[in-house]
């Protein structure tokens, strides 16, 4: 993975404000997040401001400006999965992890997002972990998973 001070490639981009969502997007997607170091960059390609872009970009869910864990756990907490007690897999994590969705461990080992279905509805609940679906779960069942990831 290409380290974050390096410079951004802005090959391909015309130094328009329509480039700003796409550099972004780029940023998010080769760093897993956008950094500050990249919002600096892009203000300086782009010739606006930071703020702009913060003000941009905080707009869209899909942005994060912190770097993310090393394991993504989703919990669903859709229809299905709700009826099926998916609250007490968001319990167990924060318990057993010590943050809220949203948050990252001190440590950098996980990452904690609730979702509003992810596709399996079947299997609730489902929890995500690392993109790989884990259906049927119960609170014991995640920690023990938990425990293999750490
Ligand atoms: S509601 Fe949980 S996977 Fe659809």
């Given at each position: 993975?290409?380290n974050?001070?390096?410079?951004?490639s802005?090959?391909g981009?015309?130094?328009?404000?329509?480039?700003?969502?796409?550099?972004?997007?780029?940023?998010?997607k080769?760093?897993?997040?956008?950094?500050?170091?990249?919002v600096?960059?892009?203000?300086?390609?782009l010739?606006i401001?930071?703020n702009?872009i913060?003000?941009?970009?905080?707009?869209?869910?899909?942005?994060?400006?912190?770097?993310p864990?090393?394991?993504?756990?989703?919990?669903?907490l859709?229809?299905?999965?709700?009826?099926?007690?998916?609250?007490h897999?968001?319990?167990e994590?924060?318990?057993?992890?010590?943050?809220?969705?949203?948050?990252?461990?001190?440590?950098?080992?996980?990452?904690?997002e609730?979702?509003?279905?992810?596709?399996?509805?079947?299997?609730?609940?489902?929890?995500?972990?690392?993109?790989?679906?884990?259906g049927?779960?119960?609170?014991?069942?995640?920690?023990?998973?938990?425990q293999?990831?750490?």
């Amino acid at each position: 993975m290409i380290n974050n001070e390096e410079l951004l490639s802005f090959t391909g981009f015309s130094k328009e404000i329509g480039d700003l969502i796409p550099l972004l997007q780029t940023c998010q997607k080769q760093f897993g997040y956008i950094s500050e170091n990249s919002v600096r960059q892009i203000a300086h390609y782009l010739n606006i401001s930071e703020n702009h872009i913060y003000g941009v970009a905080s707009f869209y869910s899909q942005f994060r400006f912190k770097k993310p864990g090393d394991n993504c756990i989703r919990v669903c907490l859709g229809t299905a999965c709700h009826v099926q007690g998916s609250q007490h897999l968001s319990d167990e994590i924060k318990s057993k992890l010590g943050i809220e969705p949203g948050e990252t461990t001190p440590d950098n080992r996980f990452d904690y997002e609730e979702v509003a279905c992810l596709g399996c509805c079947a299997q609730a609940s489902v929890v995500e972990i690392n993109g790989k679906i884990f259906g049927k779960m119960t609170p014991e069942k995640l920690g023990k998973i938990i425990q293999d990831y750490e």
